[in-house]
Structures are given as structure tokens and as C-alpha cells.
């Protein structure tokens, strides 16, 4: 069998980072398993062309189990499938979250110890200070003229007492601003781009695209390799030190479930031969939420800023006195975004209300035993009564916040939710900030080493193993998750 030193999962916000930093390690070969793509697609490194992507074929196309707390609908996740994953995908904001998040990590994640790892992946555009880096790999611009209507945003968000913040990655996340962006010279500046594109052609990193992972080889308790398919061929392929896994919130634990790793109940009702009983392998799911406010414009509205998405303003807000970090981050699109059910002008903006501490969790979960067979996911949204709560609070500030006067030469009619009731209006149209954590969280699943509990020679290094997900965008975390386990594994191999 064909056998590397450390064979990578997933080639995405952390496992770009984790194959990237091993094989800068002399004479550490690193395969890198990608189930999706090169990056190929112009849309992908196009910033305004991220709603092109959804639903296309670099698109995992994820759906949930119908949700009990919003009709019984069945929400879009979309996630990525190619060179750098979802970092191909998403909205390109840059956030770390506040430092309190990092609190409940456990042992060597507190904000003090990770930061050194987001200042080391970072190349910030405003230079290097206490909080910032400058030469990394990642490109993180903040330096930009926004759009007119997401500046009449923010100016409106000041007029209600909301402070500016020019920085929400430094001491203090609260306030309202402009986001940092994963944008370079114009461009995307996904991991890909950013960890593997100088890579290519080294010696000791090799890049497999489209190539699904289906189990993890194991012998007794070690995990030895990796089976996956490529191009409708079985292969198999040795890892001589360790397997690590960064196939995100739901590819990561489906692997470990169709590996015999998980609930052991539910791996035998399937098939599957146990190998170590860990119940929450798939609980714990998470994730944030958005409902949009959408008004429209007195005035035709520019089209998008060259090189900037139309979401790029933000605010950071506490709903309740008490809180050790915002629970609500409203992000600001210059455009509306209309779901299947809504209609309306195309001069209208979107204010979308996003909740960022739930309380709410659910679990990812096999189908059946045949690693092709899409996995149950159910995010359970609203199942603590806090959440919808603290959505109406979220939806009810985007409103006020609308109707300001710094925002009056823009804001024409509330479109929606208009005289919907509240409640009604969450249920029928919350959808996903795309920010799923959780499913094989430290301290349950992997220990603060990111090693599978149970299992030798095996870790998960992405956003599943957040314990609880960060007060924001979840791309940067993934990222500093990476870089950390680079470390973790070769301190090891010392």
C-alpha cells in the first residue's frame, strides 16, 4: 500500500492550513485529500460571484431534516467541495470572535494561546500590531471604500447609539463596521489560494482532487490509513505517523461514524462494526442563524463595488445585560435578498438579522452504511425558546435601525417582514449564516490535542471540534484550528 507520513482529509479552512504547515516540515511527505475539484470556476475567485455558487457543482448541497420550530422546512446548507472548501465558498469575512468565546476551549485554547496562531496565518493590510499579523499566507484587507448604502448602514446603527469599530478582531468585538475581507488584489483569497496554490509541485505535498474519503483504515485501535474513491476506483492509501481529518462539521463525523467510530447503537442498527462506542460523534450541532430585513430604496442603488461582495458591514450587539460576549451580529448587503416566497424591486437592501450564541443543538447522523448516502442533519433552529428570543430582538434592531434618519435618503417601505407577524415571519424564513459547529467537539469527541478519543494516530483539525462556535464567521477560527494542529502533530513526531 502506497503510504505518506500524514494523509489530510479534506482541503479545506483547516486542512489547507494542516497540510500546508506539515509539509513545510523537512521531509515530511502529506498527501491531501480533496472529494471535490480544483478551484477552476471564475466565480469562486470572483467576490461578487458567491450566490452563483450555491447549489452548483462545488457545492456539497447539504438540505436538513425538516426543522420542528419553522414549519417543517428543510433549509439549504451550502458547503464547499473543492480546493479550499467552504473558504471557496463563503462571504470571505474574516472574524475571530470574541475573546471569550475561546474560554470554554479547554486547555491551550484560551484567547491568549490561540492568538498567536491568527497572527501568524495573517497578512493584514493595516501592518502588524497586538492584535494583528503581517506576512502571513492569508490576505485580510480593511482598507476599502464600502458601498453607499452599507456606510448609510453604519452611520445609522451610530445615530441609535451603537459605538463605531474600526477593528472587531482587536481588544473589544462590540460595535458597528465594516468587515475585514479574505480579498487580495480583487480576488478571492480562499485557503486554497492562500496555503496550497505554492505547493503544487513541491516534493513533499501531494494534492489528490476529487477523491471522497469513504472509512478510515484501522488496525485494532490505530488508524493506519485512508480508503477513498477517485473517479469510481477504490484506492487505499498508509499514513506511517497519523490520519488527520478536517472534512468539516458533517464530513468529519460521517467518516468517523462509517469507520465505526461513534454511537454504538446507531453504527449497528446500520451495519457498521463498532470499533470505539463515542456517543457524541455528530451531536452538539450548531450553528447560527439569519431572518432579513429587507426595505426598498427611494433611489436606484449603485451596483456592487468592484472587487468587494455586497455584504460587507456589520455589527456586534448584546441583547441582554449579562452576556460575557454579543449574542447578535446583523450583517448588511446592499442588494435584497429575496427568498423563493418573496418578491419585490430590485433597488432595495437587505438588513440581516443573525443570531451568534444558540443554545440550540442537534446531530448529524448516518442514512445508512453506504458512504455515498447523504447524512440526516438536523440543526434543531429555535429549539431553545432563547434563541427566538434573541432573533426577535436581532429582527426588531435591524427595523429600528432602518428607519434611522442617517438612513432616510435610502429607506423607502419596509418590504419584509412589513406587517407579517414576527413570529410567523422567523419561522418562514430564517436560514443559515452557514456557521456549523460542533459534531466532534473537544472535550467529547477529541481531547485538546484534537486526537480522536480511543484511537491512535487519528485527530480532527476543523470547526467540528468547536465545544461551542464563536460570536461570528467561523472561516478564521477554522484556519487558526489548522495552523494549531500543524503544531500539535509535529510536536509529536519530535
Not at 479547554?106 to 503581517?134: C, I, M, N, Q, T
Not at 462539521?249 to 462506542?277: F, N, W
Request: aromatic share 6%; glycine share 10%.
Amino acid at each position: 500500500m502506497e503510504t505518506f507520513d500524514v494523509v489530510v482529509v479534506g482541503a479545506g479552512s483547516s486542512g489547507a492550513a494542516v497540510a500546508r504547515r506539515l509539509a513545510d516540515h523537512d521531509g515530511l511527505r502529506v498527501l491531501l485529500l480533496e472529494a471535490g475539484g480544483p478551484d477552476t470556476n471564475p466565480d469562486i475567485h470572483d467576490p461578487a460571484g458567491v450566490f452563483r455558487l450555491w447549489g452548483g457543482p462545488e457545492d456539497y448541497n447539504y438540505f436538513t431534516v425538516p426543522q420542528r420550530q419553522l414549519g417543517g422546512r428543510r433549509l439549504h446548507w451550502p458547503r464547499g467541495k473543492v480546493l479550499g472548501g467552504s473558504s471557496s465558498l463563503n462571504g470571505m469575512i474574516f472574524v475571530r470572535g470574541a475573546p471569550a468565546d475561546y474560554d470554554a476551549w479547554g486547555p491551550g485554547w484560551s484567547y491568549p494561546e490561540v492568538l498567536p496562531y491568527f497572527k501568524r496565518l495573517e497578512d493584514f493590510d493595516r501592518g502588524a500590531d497586538d492584535y494583528h499579523g503581517a506576512g502571513g499566507p492569508v490576505r485580510v484587507i480593511a482598507d476599502y471604500a464600502p458601498h453607499q448604502v452599507n456606510a448609510a448602514i453604519v452611520a445609522a446603527a451610530t445615530e441609535l447609539g451603537i459605538p463605531f469599530n474600526a477593528d472587531c478582531n482587536a481588544e473589544k468585538q462590540d460595535g458597528v463596521g465594516f468587515c475585514q475581507l479574505t480579498v487580495k488584489h480583487g480576488r478571492r483569497h480562499s485557503t486554497a489560494a492562500a496555503y496550497l496554490r505554492s505547493r503544487r509541485d513541491r516534493p513533499h505535498l501531494e494534492i489528490r482532487t476529487r477523491s471522497r474519503a469513504r472509512r478510515l483504515l484501522l488496525r485494532g485501535r490505530r488508524c493506519v490509513g485512508v480508503e477513498y474513491s477517485r473517479d469510481g476506483v477504490l484506492h487505499r492509501v498508509g499514513a506511517a505517523h497519523e490520519v488527520v481529518v478536517s472534512g468539516g462539521t458533517i464530513e468529519s463525523p460521517r467518516l468517523l461514524m462509517l469507520s465505526g467510530i461513534g454511537p454504538a447503537d446507531a453504527l449497528r442498527a446500520h451495519g457498521i462494526a463498532v470499533v470505539e462506542d463515542l456517543p457524541q460523534v455528530g451531536g452538539n450541532l450548531h450553528d447560527h442563524a439569519l431572518v432579513p430585513v429587507i426595505v426598498a430604496a427611494r433611489r436606484p442603488v449603485p451596483p456592487p463595488m468592484p472587487g468587494l461582495q455586497p455584504m460587507h458591514s456589520q455589527l456586534f450587539w448584546r441583547s441582554r445585560p449579562g452576556l460575557s460576549a454579543p449574542d447578535v451580529q446583523p450583517l448588511f448587503f446592499h442588494v435584497p435578498l429575496y427568498d423563493e416566497t418573496m418578491s419585490g424591486p430590485a433597488d432595495a437592501f437587505t438588513l440581516m438579522a443573525g443570531i451568534v450564541r444558540p443554545e440550540s443543538r442537534g446531530r448529524v447522523e448516518l442514512a445508512s452504511a453506504d458512504p455515498e448516502a447523504p447524512p440526516l442533519i438536523d440543526p434543531a433552529y429555535l429549539e431553545a425558546p432563547a434563541d427566538r428570543k434573541c432573533m426577535r430582538a436581532a429582527v426588531e434592531l435591524c427595523r429600528e435601525i432602518a428607519r434611522a434618519r442617517a438612513l432616510s435618503g435610502w429607506a423607502g417601505k419596509e418590504l419584509y417582514p412589513g406587517t407579517t407577524d414576527l413570529s410567523t415571519y422567523i419561522d418562514t424564513s430564517l436560514v443559515t449564516y452557514h456557521h456549523q459547529v460542533g459534531t466532534c467537539a473537544m472535550g467529547a469527541v477529541v481531547d485538546h490535542r484534537l486526537r480522536v478519543r480511543g484511537i491512535d494516530a487519528l485527530r480532527v483539525a476543523d470547526a467540528s471540534v468547536m465545544p461551542a462556535v464563536t460570536s461570528g464567521n467561523t472561516n478564521a477560527p477554522a484556519i487558526m484550528i489548522g495552523e494549531r494542529c500543524a503544531d500539535l502533530v509535529r510536536e509529536e513526531m519530535q
